[in-house]
């Protein structure tokens, strides 16, 4: 008798354990059906084939080049998944860059300080942040077309300001500029500690190291990540609810064009030299980084390091292309082909995508 | 004293007289039943209610204190939360997210301040428990069942401990053993000393948890009956205006 009593409470908890267990997903299933992990694995694949087909691909030189190349598209994607997780699109960021390099340029020209210059810039990409949010947030106005609009007033303002020229004399300051730009770390210079293996990482690439993990950061960790998540899912719920929904929609686009500003800034000091098309179509490359790093276009999805390892991709394969001597006019087709791809297998019918759902056909039952 | 009473409140838009002179009260821990046809005005009085406008005459009083809301937020801050029919749930949110959402815990400080994830979970669980359903704090709201998302809707009025819960159509569109589980719910809530009002044209549900059912006709009450003391063809007759008052 005693025994049985003993024994009951211990049977009970077993059944409700298995019940959880067959049903709440572990931990390796969500990393499984997670399309940035797919991603990675892309991605190294890839460069694990380029690296022993190509001698150059595999190279500190050729690493140092495409790290530097993306951390520009990275950084912004990073804007772009904010504001594509709240449901909206982004379309103005390769102007708002132009925008910004002409502005910062021209106060270089005029012998402004480095930092003026940079706050000029910076302040001229926020107001055109702050506009597209006051549209879209506050208006009600589809992000889609005010942020269409801005992308066309932004690259107007800045080839009138330019007056259609490069600007690159650029004063007292130009060294500093150029050194924000160009910094690497570590060095390989004679005073440098680095061995020659470990590649000079750009500083594009270290502020996009820096804006991944403060952007991963908020989205797990902070209230206002989860509201950003909460408007992509259910807008009206997330109102209803409290959730401060037209504020955050605005900061979402105001932190988009901050992103945009800083990348425009990293490559005006990189180039030395300001163009007013600088950003030209990259709105496009960003989107199409951010959708393969696992943002849903629909809201309610995305991550930093989706974002991350997206951009990072979409460059791996420009850069393979060329080293294996591909016409570069290839290029659009094979980015192309990638996205259609990656939203397919992020599509979701009912409550899995097509990556669980082929995840789960691969898998024997006991590893889901 | 009366947990809500409605003193001769009266709503109009323009020409249009949507609640006319309806006075009534509920007591704390009390299920009432509200049915009408559609455009009966049961909308516009929940509305009232809640706080999304006030009336054009007369007025609520919470625990005999006139209130005078313009904003939901200021009717829960009084403990008056509403279930929507759409339930309001974010899908791509986990349950107890949905519990939290708009409210989350945060532990540390400034700028280190972060969500108290575990906090929320057991919080949540401790609900789900509360009102005995099977529904887990770290489960997906999409990959769940209409009931079990009632629970996840329902477990968020506890949380702010609200004395009184508006639910609009809880049972529409969901399976007969869900069904079950939500009207289970209502008398959790109802054990918990929570004052209900629940809106539904289901008469076999309204007549399982109800105390008291109110019909409105046109914008005016035409019964207040003790469930016990009617009958599904009476109130339908009401509803109808078959009868004329009761």
Not at chain 1, 89 to 107: C, K, R, W, Y
Not at chain 2, 216 to 228: F, I, L, N, Y
Request: charged share 15%; hydrophobic share 50%.
């Amino acid at each position: 008798m005693q025994h049985d009593i003993a024994k009951a409470p211990e049977t009970s908890h077993a059944a409700i354990s298995d019940v959880a267990e067959n049903k709440e997903q572990t931990f390796g299933a969500r990393v499984l059906s997670s399309q940035p992990f797919w991603v990675t694995i892309a991605l190294i694949v890839l460069v694990v084939v380029m690296t022993i087909n190509e001698p150059t691909f595999g190279t500190t030189e050729n690493a140092a080049n495409v790290t530097r190349n993306f951390a520009p598209i990275g950084i912004m994607a990073m804007g772009m998944t904010v504001v594509i997780i709240t449901g909206g699109i982004d379309l103005s960021v390769g102007s708002v860059m132009g925008l910004v390099a002409i502005v910062a340029g021209l106060f270089l020209t005029w012998h402004y300080s480095w930092y003026v210059a940079f706050t000029m810039g910076m302040i001229a990409g926020l107001a055109c942040g702050t506009v597209n949010g006051f549209f879209v947030a506050y208006v009600g106005m589809p992000s889609f077309v005010v942020t269409l609009g801005m992308l066309s007033i932004a690259r107007s303002l800045a080839v009138v300001f330019s007056a259609n020229q490069m600007l690159y004399q650029f004063g007292p300051d130009a060294p500093i500029v150029r050194a924000i730009g160009q910094a690497k770390w570590p060095s390989h210079a004679p005073a440098g500690w680095a061995p020659h293996w470990i590649p000079e990482l750009s500083s594009h690439f270290w502020v996009l190291v820096g804006l991944a993990l403060i952007v991963g950061y908020v989205f797990n960790s902070k209230a206002w990540g989860r509201h950003l998540f909460a408007i992509g899912g259910n807008e009206q719920a997330a109102r209803l609810t409290g959730v401060p929904v037209d504020w955050i929609k605005f900061q979402a686009y105001v932190f988009s064009a901050f992103t945009a500003s800083l990348a425009s800034l990293l490559l005006l000091g990189y180039n030395g030299s300001a163009i007013n098309a600088m950003g030209q179509g990259y709105e496009l490359r960003v989107i199409a980084a951010t959708v393969i790093g696992g943002a849903s276009l629909m809201g309610g999805s995305g991550t930093a390091f989706g974002a991350f390892i997206g951009s990072a991709f979409l460059e791996v394969i420009r850069n393979a292309l060329l080293m294996a001597g591909i016409d570069s006019n290839w290029q659009g087709a094979f980015v192309g082909a990638f996205i259609i791809l990656a939203v397919l297998l992020g599509m979701q019918t009912g409550a899995t995508s097509i990556m669980t759902a082929i995840v789960q056909q691969l898998l024997p039952k006991k590893h889901r | 004293m009366a947990l809500l009473e409605v003193r001769n409140v009266s709503k109009s838009f323009g020409a249009i007289h949507a609640v006319n002179d309806i006075s009534w009260s509920v007591e704390p821990g009390e299920v009432v039943g509200l049915m009408g046809d559609n455009g009966a005005g049961k909308s516009t009085l929940v509305k009232l209610i809640a706080g999304n406008f006030p009336p054009t005459e007369g007025e609520v009083l919470v625990d005999g204190e006139v209130c005078h809301f313009h904003k939901p937020i200021q009717a829960r801050a009084k403990g008056i939360e509403v279930v929507y029919q759409d339930l309001a749930l974010a899908d791509n949110l986990t349950a107890a997210q949905n519990v939290f959402l708009g409210r989350e815990l945060n532990k540390g400080f400034w700028p280190f301040r972060v969500l108290d994830k575990q906090a929320m979970i057991d919080r949540s669980a401790g609900l789900f428990d509360e009102l005995k359903s099977e529904t887990r704090p770290r489960d997906l709201v999409k990959k769940m069942s209409g009931g079990q998302r009632q629970a996840v809707a329902i477990a968020r009025t506890r949380l702010s401990n609200a004395k009184l819960v508006l639910m609009d159509e809880p049972t529409a569109a969901i399976s007969v053993r869900q069904v079950a589980q939500v009207l289970e719910l209502i008398r959790r809530l109802k054990h918990q000393d929570v004052a209900v009002i629940l809106i539904s044209h289901r008469m076999p549900d309204v007549f399982a948890v109800s105390d008291r059912i109110i019909v409105m006709r046109r914008g005016a009450k035409v019964a207040d009956k003790a469930t016990a003391s009617t009958s599904p063809e009476e109130i339908t007759g009401l509803i109808t205006g078959a009868i004329r008052a009761a």
